[in-house]
Structure formats: structure tokens, C-alpha cells
């Protein structure tokens, strides 16, 4: 199975900060990467697809770099709803497996 | 605007089959373009996937579930459904159901079901 490894595991910033969020896969994985964020109680939501693409309906302060076996989601400018719990997932090989997540919290 | 809804007891004792029904609105699971996936989150974890099926009937789970989990269609109710057999307290999660397009990303996801393995 490939493995996800995120890091940090939690971080605090505060609201216009530029944060980024490191995603390392155990062996080459392309750009077969994903990126959801989660807020409590709720499903997660996709936001970038393919290591860099974002999907639709989702802020443009949101983006993804990176291929073979390390990526990162950044987010230009945090607002007050993007505290929240960010996950990658690989998407190359089965099983998916998903990082262990990254939770965001306010300064 | 595609809407998944899982469905199913909240409560299985250990040992016994854990059953769930995803049901689909807004969209067919019998379209080429996508497939229907079950993805699974302990409490305080991060999201475990289970695995998928294509509407021709081909399906796919970890195999770390030891060939417990099963997943079939039912293309006449638009639903799909998780059976997952000799439960014990370790498979205590919230369940989700989601839609796969490309084969790759899980775009649309149901609110979740929780359930909670325990006598």
C-alpha cells in the first residue's frame, strides 16, 4: 500500500496568513493527488484534484503543487472558514489511502 | 446537483454483519462515467476507503478488511450497499458513501452514518 504522510500534523495561523501543508507519498505517485478539507461533524469536501487542479465552486485562494512522491496545498490568504481539517489522498494505486490529516486552527 | 444518502442501523453487536445502503439522487449510478465508493472514519481518525463498484458490476475493497466488506448495486432503487461481516469494535466509525468520477476523486459525498459496534 503507499503510505501518506502529512506534515505539520497541526497547525495555528491567523486570519490573511499564507499557509502551506506538505503531503509525502512512500513511492511515486504522478499527480494522483487529492486534497479535502473537513469540518466537524461534516463530510469531507473536495478542493483540489490531480495534484493541482482545483475543483469546481472552490476559492481560488486554494492551490496544489507537486508530483512523483511530494505536494503541498496552499492557502494565499486564510479566511475564518478555512479553519478546518485538511487530508490528502492518492488516488494511483488501490487501496487509496489517505494522509493523516492536518488540522488548522486559529491563532 | 447529485445528493448520496446513507442509510442503516446505528448499532450492530460485535461478530455480527454491518449493513448499509447508499442511495443516489440527482444523477444514475448506471452512468459510464463514474463509480460509487464506501470510505469509512474512526473517531478522532482520519478517513479509512473501503473500497468501490462500477455500475457493470466490477467492485474493489482493501483487501486489509480481510474480505469482510462486500459492495453490490442496486441499479432498479439507484442504490449501492456495504455489507461488512464479522464486526468488532474496531470498525466503530462514521460511514460515508461517495461518488469516484475520473476513477480517481471522490467528489460528491454523502452526510455520513455512524455506526457503533458494541453488545
Known amino acids: 500500500d503507499v503510505q501518506m504522510t502529512q506534515s505539520p500534523s497541526s497547525l495555528s495561523a491567523s486570519v490573511g496568513d499564507r499557509v502551506t501543508i506538505t503531503c509525502r507519498a512512500s513511492?511515486?505517485?504522478?499527480?494522483?493527488l487529492n486534497w479535502y478539507q473537513q469540518k466537524p461533524g461534516k463530510a469531507p469536501k473536495l478542493l483540489i484534484y490531480?495534484?493541482?487542479n482545483l475543483q469546481s465552486a472552490v476559492p481560488s485562494r486554494f492551490s496544489g503543487s507537486g508530483s512523483g512522491a511530494d505536494f503541498t496545498l496552499t492557502i494565499s490568504s486564510l479566511q475564518p472558514e478555512d479553519f478546518a481539517t485538511y487530508y490528502c489522498?492518492?488516488?494511483?494505486?488501490?487501496?487509496?489511502?489517505f494522509g493523516q490529516g492536518t488540522k488548522l486552527e486559529i491563532k | 446537483q447529485v445528493q448520496l444518502q446513507e442509510s442503516g442501523p446505528g448499532l450492530v453487536k460485535p461478530s455480527q454483519t454491518l449493513s448499509l445502503t447508499c442511495t443516489v439522487s440527482?444523477?444514475?449510478?448506471?452512468?459510464?462515467?463514474?463509480?460509487w465508493s464506501w470510505v469509512r472514519q474512526p473517531p478522532g481518525k482520519g478517513p479509512e476507503w473501503i473500497g468501490y463498484?462500477?455500475?457493470?458490476?466490477?467492485?474493489y475493497s482493501d483487501p486489509s478488511l480481510q474480505s469482510r466488506a462486500a459492495i453490490s448495486l442496486d441499479t432498479s432503487k439507484n442504490q449501492f450497499s456495504l455489507n461488512l461481516t464479522s464486526v468488532t469494535a474496531a470498525d466503530t466509525a462514521v460511514y460515508y458513501c461517495?461518488?469516484?468520477?475520473?476513477?480517481?476523486?471522490?467528489?460528491?459525498w454523502g452526510q455520513g452514518a455512524l455506526v457503533t459496534v458494541s453488545s
Open positions: 461517495a461518488r469516484v468520477a475520473s476513477v480517481t476523486k471522490l467528489d460528491y
Open positions: 489522498q492518492q488516488s494511483y494505486s488501490t487501496p487509496r489511502t
Open positions: 463498484i462500477y455500475y457493470r458490476g466490477y467492485s
Open positions: 513511492q511515486s505517485i504522478y499527480t494522483y
Open positions: 490531480a495534484a493541482s
Open positions: 440527482g444523477g444514475s449510478i448506471r452512468s459510464s462515467d463514474y463509480y
